[in-house]
């Protein structure tokens, strides 16, 4: 499938348990596949995330989102999908960590570019926080 390219938006707020919620935007150039079955967006991430060189691919099917991060620094897939858990790991490099992610909302606009995924997080079995993605895309 020929990749298109596109600008992404994206937003992140992580909420620690206890903590104070913590936010940050980027905007990146990146790729838009289309499948029969999903759509991929996949860009490069900078150091200004902290994990330059990582490939980061979203990958939106009707009912869930698939994030995966792929490179030195980073090999991770969560998946979410509303009502469900799903345990992966978070390979660092030097370690791995079990990461349990639980959707607690999954929202796909395509017509307007656009998703939303809010999900819980524990990292070996111990409740981490809340984290919320809002990405939009166009395409260049």
Known sequence: MKAERIWLHIRTEQRPAGEEPQTMELQSEGTYRR???????????SAVTGLEGV????VLYGDRVELIRDG?????QMVFKLGEQN???YDVGFGALLITVAAQRVEIDLARSRFEV?????VEHTYMGTNTYWVSFRKI
């Open 87 to 89: 345990d992966s790991l």
């Open 35 to 45: 499948y029969p079955d999903r759509i991929e967006l996949a860009y490069v991430e």
């Open 72 to 76: 030195e620094k980073l090999q991770s």
């Open 55 to 58: 490939t980061t691919t979203f």
């Open 118 to 122: 809010e999900y819980n997080v524990e």
